[in-house]
């Protein structure tokens, strides 16, 4: 990383996809500048080092949590991180980096204010929610992007054409200054996929940081979709996790979150009838099983997988 005072880290949590990690790192190889180091944590059936040979010219270390929880793995991850580090962060194996991301980003932090915490990189295939007008009398959304609304619901962020602040950053596409993220560990409450776990974390940090994307470190984020048998504890882990993170962060406001709660489902239970789609009709059918859990103050943490 010649011409630059700040040396990256990327921790990369993964399980049984093989494929992905291999094109995200070739993506890496191919950058102009290439982080001092990569740190895989392997949650896999299956173990995946082999793909790691491929790649002689990258500086990967291999960490094997198992079984997979990404709260977990990204902690883990991050204390094998090397002490001369200076930027450390979170990628998911199915990011792909475009042609100089990584100069981009550490071009950015070279002048970066002391107060800024976090960075995200820009994720050119994400686009915004539609109907944010409805969503937005349940408080689920607003045209203001990555802001935390009262309800404690967090609202998109999108692709950005300048430097943007935010007050969340996506988990598994950000970079963090290494004093940061000494200080702060992801909460393993969040299990399995982890759902939420990353706003509030994020949220967490932006107390005391500024947090924000930068717009010319361009990535694509190629996801799967969620798997049609894991919407129904998608549904649950959308009412009862982001009551967890509401009533960790007491500023937010408890009767307008429910009142989120009850305009979530109704939203999946629309879009189920209106495309007479059952497996959002699950999800829907989580939504409502997971605020009864609530109401009678049943919080507890699932485990699960939704890809």
């Not at 409450?189 to 717009?215: H, M, N």
């Not at 507890?300 to 890809?307: R, T, V």
Request: aromatic share 12%; proline share 5%.
């Amino acid at each position: 990383m010649s011409g630059f005072s700040n040396r990256i880290a990327l921790v990369v949590p993964t399980k049984d996809r093989p494929g992905d990690l291999r094109r995200m790192l070739n993506s890496v190889e191919a950058q102009s500048v290439h982080p001092e180091q990569i740190i895989i944590v392997d949650g896999s059936e299956a173990p995946i080092k082999n793909v790691l040979k491929e790649l002689p010219d990258l500086n990967i270390k291999y960490v094997r949590v198992y079984p997979p929880s990404l709260s977990k793995q990204r902690n883990a991850g991050m204390a094998a991180v090397d002490p001369s580090v200076t930027l450390a962060g979170y990628l998911d194996d199915d990011l792909v980096l475009e042609p100089g991301a990584l100069e981009a980003m550490l071009r950015f932090w070279e002048n970066a204010p002391e107060d800024i915490g976090g960075a995200r990189f820009n994720i050119m295939n994400e686009e915004l929610p539609r109907a944010v007008w409805l969503k937005s009398l349940f408080f689920l959304e607003s045209r203001k992007r990555g802001q935390i609304l009262p309800s404690g619901y967090q609202t998109s962020i999108g692709r950005v054409s300048t430097h943007t602040y935010v007050h969340w950053l996506s988990g598994g596409v950000t970079l963090w200054r290494r004093d940061v993220v000494r200080e702060f560990a992801y909460d393993e409450w969040f299990q399995g996929t982890g759902y939420l776990e990353d706003v509030d974390y994020s949220y967490t940090i932006g107390k005391r940081y500024k947090l924000s994307v930068v717009a010319d470190a361009r990535v694509r984020h190629l996801s799967y979709p969620i798997r049609r048998e894991s919407n129904y504890i998608l549904g649950k882990w959308q009412t009862i996790n982001r009551m967890y993170f509401v009533k960790k962060h007491r500023e937010f406001w408890l009767p307008l979150c429910y009142w989120s709660m009850v305009g979530e489902f109704l939203l999946n239970l629309g879009t189920a009838i209106r495309y007479i789609d059952s497996w959002r009709l699950r999800r829907a059918w989580g939504n409502l099983a997971g605020l009864l859990y609530v109401v009678q103050g049943k919080i507890e943490a699932m485990d699960g997988m939704l890809k």
